[in-house]
Nanobody, 131 residues
Framework: QLQLVESGGGLVQAGGSLRLSCLAS????????MGWFRQAPGKEREFVAGINWSGSSTYYVDSVRGRFTISRDNAKRTVVLEMSSLKPVDTAVYYCAASWEGGPAGFYDGNYNRYGAYDYWGQGTPVTVSS
């Protein structure tokens, strides 16, 4: 069992930066790949960024590549999404999610952007970027 709590959302002007954090409870945090998704009003939830259990591999949707950075600290059971050069289109509720990496090798590498690949979800933190 893993519980995820996001923090760090808020209101920021276009071009600004925000740092989202996700704190996990549970001793097996290091066995999970972690991802950030977002859902804008009236739209489907979409993958934003992911990181494997060790932090050696990261993944991004093209629209945020070069502006967002995902990282993790297994000792602190946290995953962070650093967001810069924010745009109004980045406005959404951002969700942290965990994907078990104890299964078949390579599963996360082939499924990191799939909603169904994640086993646990946080409640979300809202991000609003004003123009």
């Amino acid at each position: 069992q893993l519980q995820l709590v996001e923090s760090g959302g808020g209101l920021v002007q276009a071009g600004g930066s925000l740092r989202l954090s996700c704190l996990a409870s549970g001793r097996t945090f290091s066995m999970y790949a972690m991802g950030w998704f977002r859902q804008a009003p009236g739209k489907e939830r979409e993958f934003v960024a992911g990181i494997n259990w060790s932090g050696s591999s990261t993944y991004y949707v093209d629209s945020v590549r070069g502006r967002f950075t995902i990282s993790r600290d297994n000792a602190k059971r946290t995953v962070v999404l650093e967001m810069s050069s924010l745009k109004p289109v980045d406005t959404a509720v951002y969700y942290c999610a965990a994907s078990w990496e104890g299964g078949p090798a390579g599963f996360y590498d082939g499924n990191y952007n799939r909603y169904g690949a994640y086993d646990y979800w946080g409640q979300g933190t809202p991000v609003t970027v004003s123009s």
